[in-house]
């Protein structure tokens, strides 16, 4: 079946702009996370979704971060004033539910913030 | 937090020889480790995971081991060829359903010599 998929594949914005990032999980998975990997980096967990909830926004890296998801399904990842140091990869997973450990990956968004 | 230590940073071996990444974990109460592949450019694949109820688990030409005591665990191939060569991330979790993503480690560049 289609595993997750993300969109755009690569953004290139100006500093200060805003972006989203779209997420769609594989289809009745219904735990999502997002993580950043920058470059030559390991990945770094930012946030987490069990349905439309996020119980822990803590790993955000700043107030400038946040994201949603609607419909149990996809979920956006929005960067606002983005700022030099954000850009990096930003990688989707998802799991069947958060009971259970596997999490596949996306093939990632590359944000360059010029 | 979790806190995982991955190394060497760069392994290069000979094709048909052995190679051993270790990694080591700080909270005692995370139970699930999975290791992942990168090629470059690609999303990172789940190879093989472990819990913490096992101390070895195997596929074909994989093994992961586990010492909960010590807190670390290792990624073993064997009869290595050129299509392992990647970037190999270990992880770790507090499994259970728990609001935390996976933390990683900062990953080792396989490199196999032909």
């Known amino acids: 079946g289609a595993g997750v998929s993300q969109s755009p594949s690569n953004k290139v914005t100006e500093k200060g702009k805003d972006v989203e990032l779209r997420c769609d999980p594989i289809?009745?998975?219904?735990?999502l996370y997002w993580y950043r990997q920058s470059l030559g980096q390991g990945l770094e967990f930012l946030i987490y979704f069990q349905g439309n909830s996020a119980p822990d926004k803590s790993g955000l890296p700043s107030d400038r971060f946040s994201a949603e998801r609607t419909g149990g399904s996809v979920s956006t990842l929005t960067i606002q004033r983005t700022q030099q140091e954000d850009s990096a990869v930003y990688l989707c997973?998802?799991?069947?539910?958060?009971?259970?450990?596997?999490?596949?990956f996306g093939p990632g968004t590359r944000l360059t913030v010029t | 937090g979790e806190n995982v230590e991955q190394h060497p940073s760069t392994l290069s071996v000979q094709e048909g020889d052995s190679a051993v990444i270790k990694c080591t974990y700080s909270d005692s109460a995370s139970n699930y480790f999975p290791w992942y592949k990168q090629e470059l450019g690609k999303r990172p694949q789940l190879i093989i995971d472990?819990?913490?109820?096992?101390g070895e688990k195997k596929d074909q030409r994989i093994a992961v081991t586990l010492n909960k005591t010590a807190k670390h665990f290792s990624l073993h191939i064997t009869e290595t060829q050129p299509e392992d060569s990647a970037v190999y991330f270990c992880a770790a979790r507090e499994g259970g359903g728990g609001a935390d993503g996976l933390t990683f480690g900062k990953g080792t560049h396989l490199i196999i010599q032909p």
């Open positions: 997973a998802s799991s069947l539910s958060p009971a259970a450990y596997e999490q596949y």
């Open positions: 472990i819990r913490s109820n096992v």
């Open positions: 289809s009745g998975h219904t735990a």
